[in-house]
């Protein structure tokens, strides 16, 4: 292997043109974050005025070059496109410079002509521009082409161009701040910027061997995203021409991240992939890369026999896991995993960890199975919401039973993981469910959306079991959520409520909550004189207007001739002639049966 490495300023970058190829990510420095920090640290070893400057060293680049002589960038190309964005900035500010005397305005033009090389060459026999930077990915259209050409960019921005137009104005901006305060700080920082700012070129004589040095200074994966290592530790696995399937491959997936609103945390993909159907235990984002070019990351993945095919299964990953979250973020029951909406409103919207154990299923496994297993997910995951589980804690255990479930092929290998496995921890849940339940609160489960979807799903429970019509997600979200003791609550008789905290407490206990239709409890604002019974009477008479069942059932137990309802109501529910700290506590007891049927083991 030869590798050649030079030290070179940026002004040396006129002898060289370069090519970041389709297969290399979008830029993705933002102005406010990299672009920023990226001039920071060169005005920090800038010294306006003094004679001699210490030079600056931004890292390194990795180019192989092309039959054309270009060079084809393997590593390096945020800090090159951010250069060369930077030179750009550069050559307007100067062009506006006036009013200079005569010894700045020397130096302003011969500034000038140094950019001009940086930024292309003139070809006489073609009669063209060539730059010196190309940027051939797609998204990328051309507009650095423009740019650099000081041609206007009418097309539409893709996040790319938004990002190197952000860039350009970060740079822009600053250099208009240098100017203002003096100009010839400023023709000081832009000679700073091309004669003492250097980088150190590697030229390894092929792909394959820049690839391999690509990897090998990355091996940590410091200050890179392992989306992107293993995206070039693909293309060194691979011959030349997989490199267009490889790169179209990658590009789909990377799509179907973005359709979930996943496109920027590439990674929490990619680690609970790994998790899902090839680590053993939990692995963090920073063990990523190494992992994977370890040799049990090389024995599991298989990556270097065949890239392509491990390209492809990413690819079908990412689309079934934009499937998952869509069905996690939804607010109304997805229409093939409703229970997966169940678990976005049990363990919150941003909830990522059932996706791990999700994710273990084989790709051509049965929806029926992914349904139950998501089924059974719901239950676990309603209880250590009520039981505020931290998510590190079974997080453990999820990844073991990933080992698990990816060798489940049918219906039947489902249930007995279920039943051998599953039900010890749901078990376990639930008997602290069991002792901690009495004195659950609002408090204990908000945001209130899931409340809302608690009392829903028990809603939804005696509907389904007395063969009345029932109704979606939404609709239990646009109730209103009623505290029975309200809130507000004045003359509060002692006898009830000794201390101040006895009557907050039983306010907010999960016992005096329901739902209710606004127009109804609108009309109960001004209940809160709760001094003797009648506030009670007045919210009883008016919950019978309630189509809500669990309300309703308040004040009347029984619904006209409905034999199945009355029925399995005077046995589940109870009406309550009034309203304090006790009743509170037996609704509690009926809601807690109601949650025991509702989340259990289904196998």
């Known amino acids: 292997m030869e590798i050649k490495a030079d030290v070179i300023s940026i002004e040396k970058l006129k002898d060289y043109f370069f090519v970041v190829p389709d297969y290399q990510r979008e830029y993705v420095w933002t102005g ?22 210490s030079n600056y060293f931004i890292g390194s680049t990795i180019v192989v070059k092309r039959e054309d002589g270009a060079y084809d960038v393997v590593d390096g190309q945020q800090r090159l496109t951010t250069i ?55 998204e990328s259209k051309d507009y650095l082409v423009k740019l650099i050409s000081e041609k206007p960019f009418t097309d539409k921005a893709t996040p790319s161009i938004k990002k190197m137009m952000e860039a350009y104005t970060t740079v822009h901006d600053y250099l208009i701040e240098q100017k203002n305060t003096d100009p010839e700080i400023l023709l000081n920082f832009v000679s700073y910027f091309l004669a003492n700012v250097e980088m150190v070129l590697i030229r390894p004589d092929d792909l394959g061997s820049a690839l391999k040095i690509f990897e090998t200074i990355n091996e940590r994966g410091v200050g890179l995203n392992a989306m992107d290592l293993l995206k070039n530790l693909l293309f ?94 939804s607010w109304d029951a997805d229409p093939e995993y409703p229970s997966i909406t169940g678990i976005g409103y049990l363990s919150k919207k941003t909830s990522r960890q059932h996706l791990v154990l999700l994710m273990a299923l084989p790709d ?93 799903k028990a809603e939804e429970y005696i509907r389904q079991k007395v063969n009345f019509p029932t109704a979606n997600f939404n609709f239990y979200q646009s109730q209103q959520l009623e505290h029975i003791l309200p809130q507000t609550g004045i003359n509060v008789p002692a006898t009830d409520y000794p201390q101040p905290y006895d009557y907050s407490n039983a306010v907010y206990k999960l016992g005096n909550l329901t739902l209710l239709e606004a127009p109804i409890n609108q009309s109960l604002n001004y209940s809160n004189d709760i001094s003797s019974n009648e506030w009670f009477d007045v919210k009883r008479a008016a919950y019978l207007n309630s189509n809500i069942l669990l309300t309703r059932t308040f004040s009347e137990i029984q619904i006209g001739e409905q034999t199945k309802f009355n029925g399995f109501a005077t046995e589940t529910l109870r009406s309550f002639g009034n309203w304090n700290a006790v009743t509170i506590s037996a609704r509690q007891e009926i809601l807690k049966r109601l949650i025991k049927d509702i989340w259990k083991l289904y196998a």
């Open 364 to 456: 051509n496994i049965q929806a029926d199975v992914t349904r139950l297993l998501a089924k059974n997910i719901e239950s676990l995951v309603f209880y250590y919401a009520i039981n505020r589980t931290l998510t590190k804690s079974y997080e453990a255990l999820f990844a073991n039973w990933a080992n698990k479930i990816r060798m489940v092929r049918t219906m039947d290998d489902l249930k007995i993981f279920l039943n051998a496995e599953f039900n010890k921890e749901l078990f376990e849940q639930q008997e602290k469910f069991d002792g901690q339940f009495a004195n659950k609160a609002q408090g204990d489960l908000n945001p209130q959306y899931r409340i809302k979807y608690i009392l829903g």
């Open 236 to 329: 060194s696995h691979a011959k030349a021409d997989e490199f267009e399937v490889i790169k179209n491959t990658w590009r789909e997936m990377l799509k179907n991240l973005d359709e979930s609103k996943e496109g920027d945390k590439p990674l929490r993909f990619l680690r609970y992939f790994l998790i899902a159907r090839y680590h053993s235990r939990v692995i963090r984002e920073d063990e990523i890369y190494k992992w994977m070019i370890s040799p049990e990351g090389k024995e599991k993945i298989k990556y270097q026999a065949n890239p392509i095919a491990f390209a492809k299964e990413l690819k079908a990953a990412a689309a079934t896991y934009a499937k998952f979250i869509k069905a996690t973020n």
């Open 84 to 138: 060369v964005i930077s030179i750009c900035a550069i050559r307007d500010v100067l062009k506006n410079m006036a009013d200079l005397d005569e010894e700045l305005e020397t130096v302003k033009e011969e500034l000038r002509k140094v950019v001009k090389e940086l930024l292309y060459k003139y070809d006489i026999a073609t009669k063209k521009h060539t730059p010196r930077l190309a940027l051939q990915y797609e």
């Open 32 to 53: 406010d974050v990299h672009v920023a920090r990226f001039l920071q640290d060169i005005s920090d070893e800038f010294s306006p005025t003094a004679r001699k400057q």
